[in-house]
Nanobody
């Protein structure tokens, strides 16, 4: 069984930074893409960033230039560095892995973590 566990969320002031981590069990991330989604209150869950096992990345237009997805070892841990945070970034952030690779295109399948809350407020 594959398990994803997010950490690193919390309360931060506008303009501040947070780094989210996604710890994965097994070796699935050596073969599949990883993604970060977020869901704000009253909003649908949306794709924030994605990374392939080869290191190719993509970002939502709303976070380009501010967020960076990366990994120390793709099969172990994936990160989301969030800089210049804005109140509109407030959401629950979810780690996602899809064996089919469809998460690269925003398809919400595969394996999911339980989410970590990010709140950007003064």
């Amino acid at each position: 069984q594959v398990q994803l566990v997010e950490s690193g969320g919390g309360l931060v002031q506008p303009g501040g930074s947070l780094r989210l981590s996604c710890a994965a069990s097994g070796r699935i991330f050596a073969f599949n893409a990883m993604a970060w989604y977020r869901q704000a209150p009253g909003k649908q869950r949306e794709l924030v960033a994605a990374i392939t096992s080869g290191g190719t990345t993509k970002y939502a237009d709303s976070v380009k230039g501010r967020f960076t997805i990366s990994s120390d070892n793709f099969e172990n841990t994936v990160y989301l560095q969030m800089n210049s945070l804005k109140p509109e970034d407030t959401a629950v952030y979810y780690c996602n892995a899809d064996p089919s690779g469809a998460n690269w295109y925003g398809v919400q399948g595969g394996y999911w973590g339980q989410g970590t809350q990010v709140t950007v407020s003064s």
